[in-house]
């Protein structure tokens, strides 16, 4: 799943899952960390804030699913928050929280798994399972004490 990105267009992640830029806030807030001078004067860390549980593009079972797997990073109203600052400008900041965003929203449309089948140990299996739990068995018990004759 590819998703394309930019500022202000939609981004397509899936048939059931696309973000609108209405639903994408951005704050810029000042990075922490070394840096010196630059991190004390410029707002170069992105704040996303994205309302999953408002959001049109997004099928109800991409919407629950996007607000379980986002953790910690949701807010009781649905609102998932992403904060990146790993880079020094805000362009690289704003890429990367928009693909963690991605990367999260893609990871819950991924279909489910198939059911798992059930199955049954053959005959064989369970004779041959049988057999060396007895065999295991008698070992232990001559293990015991030994009788004074």
Known sequence: MTARMSADEKIIISGEAVIHPD?????FIRSSGP?????????TAVQLRFDAANAAGLSERVRD????LAGQRATKDGVI???????????QN?????ARLTALVAK????????????????GAVERRLK???GRSTVKKLRGRVDGE
């Not at 840096?35 to 707002?43: E, R």
């Not at 928050?81 to 362009?91: D, K, L, M, N």
């Not at 819950?108 to 005959?123: G, V």
Request: no cysteine; charged share 40%.
């Open 23 to 27: 639903d994408l806030k951005e704050d």
């Open 81 to 91: 928050v992403i904060e990146a600052g790993r880079f020094r400008t805000q362009e």
């Open 132 to 134: 060396s739990k007895a």
């Open 108 to 123: 819950a449309a991924e279909p489910p798994p198939p059911p798992r089948k059930k199955t049954r140990p053959s005959k």
């Open 94 to 98: 704003r890429a990367d929280a928009r």
């Open 35 to 43: 840096g010196g001078q630059n991190v004390n004067k410029v707002a």
């Open 65 to 68: 699913r996007t607000i379980r």
